[in-house]
């Protein structure tokens, strides 16, 4: 049995995290909900501003932090949806700060000027700086979370950015789609965009609530083989897994 600390936006990717882990693994393994914050009375709550906090407190000092606890993390997975890379105008602020007139020093996530009008902010998405296609968003979350958390070499940390979301998951097992990673907020489009979906109540739509989540994490599961050849970002996370806690060879560390 392995411990895991999981950094997720939310209590369901959480769970679905947890669950494709222990199926990766082929057994039950120990976890940690770092964030989202039990409590949710965190600054930022959960979700991915959540995630982005966490990070920022804990940078220069994640090995510490992972040998802190007991026991000692195995394996930290850090979760932020794809949809972030291509909504949020705050994680693009570094890439567009020449059009900003913000006082230098502010802060993506307090900055007045997003928090009042978001249409007033000039930052521009999709970004031109990036390529707009799921690799590259994904690259891009990657490298930006680990900029905030400037973590020291050899550390045993999967960075998960599912695309557009955890959601995208589901819907590779259950729909066919040329290309599952370019479907836009998949919950709500696809998934609970109806009543029920594939047989599955959505109750509360469009909320997560959490049995009806798990019958469709049980799923997923069960078919994880197939979500893996669907989605290439399931994929990376796959060889994270087995190279951090099955020691198998990875390309993508």
Wanted: glycine share 6%; aromatic share 8%; net charge negative.
């Amino acid at each position: 049995m392995k411990t895991i600390g999981i950094v997720a936006e939310g209590p369901r990717d959480f769970e679905l995290i947890a669950a494709v882990i222990d199926t990766i693994t082929n057994g039950e393994n120990n976890y940690q909900m770092i964030q989202p914050e039990s409590n949710m009375i965190g600054q930022f709550g959960n979700g991915w501003k959540g995630v982005w906090k966490w990070c920022e407190d804990n940078q220069g000092k994640l090995k510490a932090y992972m040998h802190s606890l007991t026991p000692v993390l195995d394996l930290l997975v850090v979760h932020m949806d794809g949809d972030v890379q291509r909504c949020e105008k705050e994680v693009h602020c570094a890439c567009q700060r020449a059009l900003c007139d913000a006082p230098e020093g502010t802060h993506p996530l307090t900055c007045e000027t997003i928090m009042g009008d978001r249409n007033a902010c000039p930052v521009t998405l999709p970004c031109e700086r990036h390529e707009n296609t799921p690799d590259a968003g994904a690259d891009f979350l990657r490298t930006f979370i680990k900029t905030l958390l400037l973590p020291e070499d050899g550390l045993a940390v999967s960075y998960m950015i599912p695309f557009d979301a955890t959601d995208t998951w589901i819907v590779a097992v259950f729909d066919q789609y040329d290309d599952y990673e370019i479907l836009p907020d998949p919950w709500v489009n696809i998934i609970a965009h109806s009543p029920q979906y594939h047989g599955v109540k959505i109750k509360n739509r469009p909320k997560k609530e959490k049995q009806t989540y798990e019958k469709l994490i049980e799923t997923v599961c069960d078919n994880w083989n197939d979500v893996v050849a669907k989605c290439p970002q399931a994929k990376r996370f796959d060889e994270d897994v087995r190279h951090f806690l099955l020691g198998q060879e990875n390309k993508n560390v």
